[in-house]
């Protein structure tokens, strides 16, 4: 059985594990839910939160009342095989969810290790969720001359390392690809595993912005998990800006 002692375990729920106490979020696409979902999950599909293929706030909270998900709820989040999961995990992150956690793996895994599937869908009273943003979650155009003067920041490319190798956002960044830190079903490789990976090169008590999307939301996550303090920067406006290194001409 795999360590599942991270240092923010909570983030984390097993296949094996009870959900009966949390809200369930399905972020997979609506054809995916209809035919077959963790017993009681609600559906928002993870395109439905975006608007020009970047986070809008606006619908997100939209979906969530829509949904019946309140502010206090505690959250589990799964997808499928792309890790979209993670995403919106950073998504409800930023909205100010203080309970969340992530299925290890997605839903794969989940009959054979007794979850309940079906395909059933229960009527939903609409709620009143109102969002509370969290915004050193996002690095945004406005913000980023502060955050790069900063002394306490490390910054994280978590794409491929041949696109790190064309284009970066500062000298100073650092590749850090995150297929590194999770098993090819996007199950978490073990905490000591990850911990050795992490802790040769990244310092806990500094803020991790990590740029690369989407590949840096499996990052965030990871690095939340694992007790990190990182935030992200969405989309690749980067690349036009005074801070981005140009290494083919």
Avoid at 124 to 149: C, D, F, R
Wanted: proline share 4%; hydrophobic share 35%; with cysteine.
């Amino acid at each position: 059985m795999k360590d599942m002692s991270y240092p923010n375990s909570q983030l984390i729920t097993s296949a094996s594990s009870k959900v009966d106490s949390q809200v369930i979020i399905d972020v997979r696409a609506p054809e995916e839910y209809a035919s077959g979902h963790l017993c009681g999950a609600r559906n928002i599909y993870w395109k439905e939160t975006q608007s020009k293929e970047r986070f809008d706030p606006i619908l997100t909270e939209s979906a969530l009342r829509k949904r019946g998900i309140n502010n206090s709820d505690a959250v589990l989040i799964y997808g499928g095989a792309d890790d979209r999961a993670s995403y919106v995990f950073w998504a409800l992150s930023y909205l100010g969810f203080k309970n969340l956690s992530k299925l290890d793996g997605g839903i794969d895994d989940a009959p054979q290790e007794g979850l309940i599937v079906g395909n059933s869908i229960s009527p939903i009273n609409e709620s009143n969720y109102t969002a509370h943003i969290v915004p050193s979650l996002l690095v945004n155009e406005s913000q980023m001359g502060k955050w790069l003067e900063r002394s306490d920041v490390q910054i994280l490319d978590a794409r491929e390392f041949s696109e790190y190798g064309r284009a970066r956002l500062t000298n100073a960044s650092l590749p850090l690809d995150p297929s590194k830190l999770y098993l090819e079903d996007f199950k978490m490789k073990d905490a000591k595993t990850i911990d050795e990976i992490l802790s040769r090169r990244l310092d806990k008590s500094m803020i991790q912005i990590v740029y690369g999307t989407p590949q840096a939301y499996s990052l965030f996550y990871a690095l939340k998990l694992m007790g990190y303090n990182a935030t992200i920067l969405e989309g690749s406006w980067w690349k036009e800006t005074e801070w981005a290194v140009n290494l083919i001409g």
